[in-house]
């Protein structure tokens, strides 16, 4: 089968890369649970709001849109464990991240130095060059013709399901704190660990 995979969320902790920024440099002392949203501008850090802001702005630009934070994240054990035991049994693996498109090399040598497998890698967020849009992960899951892929953000889920409405094993959801009250449709999976996802998708060759 060919499966697709977000990255942050999924396989990189970039959370606990901003975390521990914001705790050495604000003096605070949160865990990645202080991600409630997605949004990292919705979060609560500290009763200022232009401070609150101000943090927010900093784990954007010293984390998110920083090739070299990005090189140095740590994984997901479990989820790379899972996507090695994928790729042995056959399966193709396609990452899809919606990081900023400067950072794909950063993003294909993260991978590589954490002996992460993949067929392809695709990084479709903002190119950075006027009048030249991001692809978006829907149109990609459908060129790609996936038969499953899963995220940390339903919204991504909703535009594969726009672009393609049948998928072989489905669209999912991995539960993370900043998810936890995000509603998906009933035609989509949620899950909690990577051996439910396993026991879904099967190790069997294809």
Same mark, same amino acid.
């Given at each position: 089968?060919?499966?697709?995979?977000?990255?942050?969320?999924?396989?990189?902790?970039?959370?606990?890369?901003?975390?521990?920024?914001? =705790?050495?440099?604000?003096?605070?002392?949160? #865990?990645?649970? $202080?991600?409630?949203?997605? %949004?990292?501008?919705?979060?609560?850090?500290?009763?200022?709001?232009?401070? =609150?802001?101000? @943090?927010?702005?900093?784990?954007?630009?010293? *984390?998110?849109? =920083?090739?070299?934070?990005?090189? =140095?994240?740590? *994984?997901?054990?479990?989820? $790379?464990?899972? @996507?090695?035991?994928?790729?042995?049994?056959?399966?193709?693996?396609?990452?899809?991240?919606?990081?900023?498109?400067?950072?794909?090399?950063?993003?294909?040598? !993260?991978? &590589?130095? %954490?002996? @992460?497998?993949?067929?392809?890698?695709?990084? $479709?967020?903002?190119?950075?060059?006027?009048?030249?849009?991001?692809?978006?992960?829907?149109?990609?899951?459908?060129?790609? %013709?996936? #038969?499953?892929? @899963?995220?940390?953000?339903?919204?991504?889920?909703?535009?594969?399901?726009?672009?393609?409405?049948? !998928? &072989?094993?489905?669209?999912?959801?991995?539960? &993370?704190? !900043?998810?936890?009250?995000?509603?998906?449709?009933?035609?989509?999976?949620?899950?909690?660990? !990577?051996?439910?996802?396993?026991?879904?998708?099967?190790?069997?060759?294809?």
């Amino acid at each position: 089968m060919k499966l697709g995979f977000d990255i942050d969320g999924i396989t990189a902790n970039m959370a606990k890369a901003m975390v521990e920024l914001i =705790n050495a440099k604000y003096n605070l002392n949160y #865990d990645v649970n $202080v991600f409630k949203d997605h %949004n990292i501008h919705k979060n609560k850090y500290v009763e200022d709001p232009e401070l =609150n802001d101000e @943090i927010a702005m900093c784990m954007r630009n010293e *984390v998110i849109e =920083n090739p070299e934070a990005v090189v =140095n994240l740590e *994984v997901y054990e479990d989820g $790379v464990e899972a @996507i090695r035991r994928l790729s042995k049994s056959g399966h193709t693996i396609h990452h899809i991240t919606s990081r900023p498109a400067v950072q794909h090399d950063a993003t294909v040598e !993260w991978l &590589r130095n %954490n002996f @992460i497998p993949f067929d392809s890698v695709h990084v $479709v967020g903002k190119s950075g060059i006027k009048g030249v849009s991001a692809v978006g992960k829907g149109r990609l899951g459908r060129s790609l %013709n996936l #038969d499953f892929y @899963i995220d940390d953000q339903g919204r991504h889920l909703d535009d594969m399901y726009r672009y393609k409405n049948r !998928w &072989r094993k489905g669209l999912a959801l991995y539960t &993370r704190p !900043w998810n936890l009250d995000e509603a998906i449709d009933s035609k989509m999976n949620r899950f909690d660990n !990577w051996v439910d996802v396993i026991r879904h998708l099967g190790i069997q060759k294809r």
